[in-house]
DNA sequence: TGATTATATTTTGATATAATAATAACCTAA
DNA sequence: TTAGGTTATTATTATATCAAAATATAATCA
């Protein structure tokens, strides 16, 4: 495969992380700063399987990090694209955001 | 479904036209112009029904337009959020692409 | 150590998406 | 009207993704 077969892909894998609704709203989430998984779970209202698999692909991409914090495990953005990318196309079109 | 969960909806939606390389390398082709099918296949050596079946994808969506132009079918992009995408993310990826 | 809380992984079944081949529809020109 | 070039649709099969349930792992605390 060549180089821009390779940059083609894993642009297309980047933006597959942002193509499922769930997977938005914990971006969004931790957007406003790292959080744990249990968190999560509780502002989402999803159960903790559901929320752990999610998370497990955007670390798979690389778009999130994690690290443990005593018996909590914390989430946070890790791809710097994804703050460009949030400001740029997903703040203006939540109504609970104010805009900045 | 709430407001904001169809926002996230269309979002997610918006981002899994992103989400396939083939999609990709269309909608990069049509940022430089309106583009009929048979070039588009002709650029990309792609199938034609392949071609077309991503098109009518990004149609439905309300990435891409198309005209009928004579014997040909022109696509143009058509959603403006695509033309920030690329300044923002895509361009600056592709090795083939200057920078400006 | 055992119990509890927090998180991850695996499995299963349902659904969606993909590639390919075959066919249909549409336009133009002879 | 027929032929040729262009595009769309359909059907099929393979693969990927999804949600949900069950189970496993890891840390903390009694």
Redesign the pocket.
């Known amino acids: 495969m060549s180089k821009d077969e390779e940059i083609l892909e894993e642009l297309s894998?980047f933006f597959?992380a942002f193509?499922?609704?769930?997977?938005l709203k914990i971006i969004i989430n931790l957007m406003e700063g790292p959080q744990?998984?249990?968190?999560?779970?509780e502002t989402l209202d999803?159960?903790?399987?559901?929320?752990?698999?999610?998370?497990?692909?955007l670390?798979n991409k690389g778009i999130v990090g994690?690290r443990?914090?005593?018996?909590?495990?914390?989430?946070y953005i890790k791809d710097p694209r994804v703050k460009k990318l949030y400001n740029l196309l997903i703040k203006e079109e939540l109504s609970w955001q104010e805009k900045s």
């Open positions: 894998e597959k193509s499922h609704p769930v997977r744990c998984v249990k968190n999560l779970g999803m159960s903790q399987p559901s929320i752990s698999q999610h998370l497990s692909i670390r994690c443990r914090e005593g018996s909590l495990i914390c989430y």
